[in-house]
T-cell receptor, first 110, second 110 residues
Framework: GEDVEQSLFLSVREGDSSVINCTYT??????LYWYKQEPGAGLQLLTY?????DMKQDQRLTVLLNKKDKHLSLRIADTQTGDSAIYFC??????????FGTGTRLQVFP | EAQVTQNPRYLITVTGKKLTVTCSQN?????MSWYRQDPGLGLRQIYY???????DKGDVPEGYKVSRKEKRNFPLILESPSPNQTSLYFC?????????FGPGTRLTVT
């Protein structure tokens, strides 16, 4: 069945890079997403990547996709305290139903 | 402005007292969905709707009902809430590659 796994916590110092990892099992996934959830708020789409891409960069965010290992990562350069949040990766075959990971809580300390 | 609204945002209720959480979107999207978010489990899909009068079960439908009488609204109904339905609920709509999430409804059933 479909399964998406993430580590639960990540702690980094302000100014360092953060790398959040995700593994998925469904090789037919077409779209892979990263969502951000700040405390008490809903989900904000950060970025997405199509399964035929290896990398996507958007300002401080870099998404890497290793299809062979079914591994997705999100790198945040120059991490700021405002980046502290829960980050969810999600996969989808047809853009309608999303399968979410458990979420990684990123804590940024000064 | 593209919006997904949910009401109420917070609700504390007692076991067995029927409740409805409303969801409304102004983007004319055909696809709508309900998720619940629980610690360590990420978001799991409850029900979804491909269009008016078309609804189907997601991964965790037990104890929930939905209806889709018009395109913009997709209410979630708990006929007899139980404590294990205490959770954070999100409505979403989808068109092409992106899903838009509502702000969430935090439900506590005592």
């Amino acid at each position: 069945g479909e399964d998406v796994e993430q580590s639960l916590f990540l702690s980094v110092r302000e100014g360092d890079s953060s790398v959040i990892n995700c593994t998925y099992t469904d090789s037919s996934s077409t779209y892979l997403y990263w969502y951000k959830q700040e405390p008490g708020a809903g989900l904000q789409l950060l970025t997405y990547i199509f399964s035929n891409m290896d990398m996507k960069q958007d300002q401080r965010l870099t998404v890497l996709l290793n299809k062979k290992d079914k591994h997705l990562s999100l790198r945040i350069a120059d991490t700021q305290t405002g980046d502290s949040a829960i980050y969810f990766c999600a996969e989808s075959y047809n853009t309608d139903k999303l399968i979410f990971g458990t979420g990684t809580r990123l804590q940024v300390f000064p | 402005e593209a919006q997904v609204t949910q009401n109420p945002r917070y609700l504390i209720t007692v076991t067995g007292k029927k409740l409805t959480v409303t969801c409304s979107q102004n983007m004319n999207h055909e696809y709508m969905s309900w998720y619940r978010q629980d610690p360590g489990l990420g978001l799991r899909q409850i029900y979804y709707s491909m269009n008016v009068e078309v609804t189907d079960k997601g991964d965790v439908p037990e104890g929930y009902k939905v209806s889709r009488k018009e395109k913009r609204n997709f209410p979630l109904i708990l006929e007899s809430p139980s404590p294990n339905q205490t959770s954070l609920y999100f409505c979403s709509t989808s068109d092409s590659y992106e899903q838009y999430f509502g702000p969430g409804t935090r439900l506590t059933v005592t």
